[in-house]
């Protein structure tokens, strides 16, 4: 069997950086990882512009799959990144081994991002990108308010988090997904973080935004603890990535 690659997506604001702990580890055990700045993001923050969409994140990915030849991946996305990972795979599924959504999930056919928490957020979200973000980029969050409550987050995780973010080109989030159903063919692993697998079973059948986290092939692993295990618990992630691989 061929060892797997890991390609490594991030969420919202945030860019390669953020795996790094992760990825140190993963490669610690022999594997190849890749950790992907987004455009616009990260390092790739000078490229930021109105037009940088989710089909502009997709490409990112895509590229990455085809000019490095990659194959038998393990694509792994969290948060936001998962709509990547997902369009991504539904392009070139030929190239993918499984998919890792990292407390995520993918969202239906036509289903945007600034969606998933309902209209309400998503207004209350382009109120901050028009006062706060140009008229074109969310701002990030209050990562010390967020983090508050979280005990294996300390004083220098969130100083990282607060100088590494970016503000996120707000057409990634407004664009819907656009997928033909190739990805659905995939093995698929939910880490759930911030929710339960008996939450996710309960919400599944009343919100659509669910319905692909229990339709299909499915495994899932619980890692309680914030939206952010790559921040809060990497060693535990990168043992849940490694097995996953196997």
Same mark, same amino acid.
């Given at each position: /069997?061929?060892?797997?690659?890991?390609?490594?997506?991030?969420?919202?604001?945030?860019?390669?950086?953020?795996?790094?702990?992760?990825? *140190?580890?993963?490669?610690?055990?022999?594997?190849?990882? @890749?950790? #992907?700045?987004?455009?616009? /993001?990260?390092?790739?923050?000078?490229? &930021?512009?109105?037009?940088? *969409?989710? $089909?502009?994140?997709? *490409?990112?990915?895509?590229?990455?799959?085809?000019?490095?030849?990659?194959?038998?991946?393990?694509?792994?996305?969290?948060?936001?990144? &998962?709509?990547?990972?997902?369009? =991504?795979? *539904?392009?070139?599924?030929?190239?993918?081994?499984?998919?890792?959504?990292?407390?995520?999930?993918?969202?239906?056919?036509?289903?945007?991002?600034?969606?998933?928490?309902?209209?309400? =957020?998503? #207004?209350?979200?382009?109120?901050?990108? /028009?006062? @706060?973000?140009?008229?074109?980029?969310?701002?990030?969050?209050?990562?010390?308010?967020?983090?508050?409550?979280?005990?294996?987050?300390?004083? &220098?995780?969130?100083?990282?988090?607060?100088?590494?973010?970016?503000?996120?080109?707000?057409?990634? $989030?407004?664009?819907?997904?656009?997928?033909?159903?190739?990805?659905?063919?995939?093995?698929?692993?939910?880490?759930?973080?911030?929710?339960?697998?008996?939450?996710?079973?309960?919400?599944?059948?009343?919100?659509? $935004?669910?319905?692909?986290?229990?339709?299909?092939?499915?495994?899932?692993?619980?890692?309680?603890?914030?939206?952010?295990?790559?921040?809060?618990?990497? =060693?535990?992630?990168?043992?849940?990535?490694? $097995?996953?691989?196997?």
């Amino acid at each position: /069997m061929n060892t797997p690659t890991y390609v490594l997506v991030p969420g919202f604001w945030l860019g390669a950086w953020v795996w790094r702990p992760v990825a *140190d580890l993963l490669r610690e055990r022999g594997h190849v990882v @890749h950790t #992907v700045d987004l455009t616009g /993001m990260g390092e790739r923050a000078d490229l &930021a512009s109105p037009e940088t *969409d989710l $089909a502009t994140h997709i *490409d990112d990915v895509v590229r990455l799959l085809e000019e490095r030849d990659l194959h038998d991946v393990v694509l792994v996305g969290h948060s936001y990144g &998962a709509l990547v990972t997902t369009g =991504a795979a *539904d392009r070139v599924p030929e190239r993918v081994a499984r998919l890792v959504y990292i407390d995520a999930g993918p969202l239906p056919d036509g289903m945007a991002q600034a969606d998933f928490e309902g209209p309400d =957020a998503r #207004v209350a979200n382009e109120e901050l990108v /028009m006062a @706060h973000g140009q008229g074109w980029r969310l701002p990030p969050p209050p990562w010390a308010v967020l983090a508050a409550a979280v005990p294996e987050v300390d004083e &220098a995780a969130v100083a990282a988090l607060v100088e590494g973010s970016r503000p996120q080109p707000w057409l990634t $989030a407004a664009q819907p997904v656009a997928l033909t159903g190739a990805w659905e063919r995939l093995p698929r692993t939910g880490v759930l973080c911030s929710f339960s697998l008996e939450q996710l079973q309960q919400m599944a059948p009343h919100a659509p $935004a669910f319905a692909h986290l229990v339709d299909g092939d499915w495994t899932y692993v619980e890692l309680p603890t914030w939206h952010w295990p790559m921040v809060s618990r990497p =060693a535990e992630l990168a043992d849940v990535l490694a $097995a996953v691989g196997r």
